[in-house]
């Protein structure tokens, strides 16, 4: 028999403002989704593999293995993707340079 985890009476208005759904994890990756909707959708996949395995049922090696794979993936993507990060390097790059000039 699975119980659900019971939160206190008063959760403070700041984490609620932060990740309003506090509820099961279908919910919060579907409020997830709505930010970061590529990984939401992949991780859903995880839910999947990981809900096999919670209930007692078989998980393939090939699912398993898959399932760390979407997983490094996602890890990857969140936290280490840094393409944001290079086209604000570049522009600030260029803009110094661009200052720089007289002519």
């Known amino acids: 028999m699975h119980s659900r985890c019971r939160l206190p009476e008063k959760i403070p208005k700041v984490i609620l403002s932060v990740y309003p759904y506090m509820g099961d994890l279908h919910g919060r990756l579907e409020f997830w989704s709505k930010k970061q909707s590529e990984n939401a959708?992949?991780?859903?996949?995880?839910?999947?593999?990981?809900?096999?395995?919670?209930?007692?049922?078989?998980?393939?090696?090939?699912h398993y293995f898959g399932a760390l794979e979407i997983y490094a993936h996602v890890l990857v993507q969140l936290f280490e993707n840094d393409a944001e990060k290079m086209k604000e390097l570049a522009k600030k790059i260029h803009s110094e340079i661009k200052n720089k000039k007289t002519f």
């Open 41 to 62: 959708e992949l991780c859903f996949a995880l839910k999947e593999v990981g809900n096999l395995g919670s209930h007692g049922e078989d998980v393939s090696e090939k």
